[in-house]
């Protein structure tokens, strides 16, 4: 290149620059004035909460665009990231694969967890996570209601005394979940229990659809499943997740991320965000889950339902 073109390509550059540092003021001072794009991740719950974030945000007389479903976590996580889109739900526990801490033990306490990924992605990010759902959407190993003989409290550690008393036991799980050090080896380690190869019916793929429903009927002399703690299928098939009192797993509670610049342009939406979020327990979500996995509603009717039903719609 020579020094005639060396300058103008550089001279280009400069304009580019300005050009984009003077949309970039324009953008901030029109933040107030663009749409909300609210997205979510492709799942079941991601739909619902999804839904839920952009109802009461137009409900508050704010302009919304939806990318409901948008895609996987890395997907929405990189939107977001480059500004693609506005906020989505998230959970607390991918906080470990976001800033590369899979192995800190922060993980596994709601609390800890939740300040800790709130304040690493607002600090390197500006990204701030609002009020999470008193819920837990991490692994759980779910039983049928109607297993002889197990104790009333269903909780991880009655499933050790009952392994040792002689109690029948069949898991149907996916691959990952038997092989991954933070699934299934995660419970038997924190709990003192191993579960031999034929008390397991591995099953291809990781769809929790096709363990719970291999536990409900039964297939295989199955009547446990590996599960997600809202799955909605659990309470509509029979099933109930035990309870994980030792923290064998990293908890990931839902939790609204918003860009910093769009709170700041509209600050209403935390005040309208956060008791809604508040409002959905671990037996809420399993319910609401439920009437769209397995009843078949849309996960907006189901949205616009339940918020109203709590008068945080008119």
């Not at 976001?98 to 990204?127: C, I, M």
């Not at 109690?167 to 038997?178: I, P």
């Amino acid at each position: 290149m020579n020094r005639l073109s060396r300058l103008a390509a550089i001279a280009a550059a400069a304009l580019i620059s300005a050009l984009a540092l003077n949309l970039a003021a324009t953008s901030l001072s029109r933040a107030d004035e663009a749409p909300i794009v609210v997205a979510s991740k492709i799942d079941t719950e991601g739909a619902l909460l999804g839904q839920m974030i952009a109802t009461a945000i137009e409900a508050k007389g704010l302009p919304v665009m939806r990318k409901i479903q948008l895609g996987p976590t890395n997907i929405v996580r990189g939107a977001i990231l480059a500004g693609q889109i506005d906020i989505y739900p998230e959970y607390t526990g991918n906080g470990a694969v976001f800033f590369h801490r899979d192995g800190d033990p922060v993980w596994k306490s709601a609390v800890q967890g939740y300040e800790t990924v709130k304040q690493l992605d607002q600090e390197q990010n500006h990204l701030v996570w609002l009020s999470p759902a008193p819920a837990d959407n991490t692994w759980v190993i779910a039983v049928r209601k109607d297993l002889p003989g197990f104790p009333d409290k269903k909780c991880l550690d009655e499933l050790v005394a009952y392994l040792k008393g002689g109690g029948k036991f069949k898991l149907a799980a996916s691959a990952e979940f038997v092989s991954s050090p933070a699934a299934l080896p995660a419970f038997e380690q924190t709990y003192g229990f191993h579960l031999s190869a034929d008390q397991i019916l591995t099953l291809s793929g990781g769809n929790t659809a096709t363990t719970l429903r291999a536990a409900a009927e039964g297939i295989s002399g199955v009547n446990a499943a590996m599960a997600y703690g809202t799955d909605g299928e659990l309470a509509a098939l029979g099933l109930t997740a035990l309870c994980d009192d030792k923290g064998a797993q990293v908890v990931y509670a839902p939790t609204p991320v918003i860009r910093e610049p769009v709170l700041g342009a509209h600050p209403a939406i935390g005040p309208t965000l956060d008791p809604i979020f508040a409002s959905l327990t671990l037996e809420t979500l399993q319910q609401l889950n439920a009437r769209i996995a397995v009843s078949g509603e849309q996960p907006e009717a189901v949205a616009v339902s339940y918020l109203k039903s709590k008068h945080f719609l008119p």
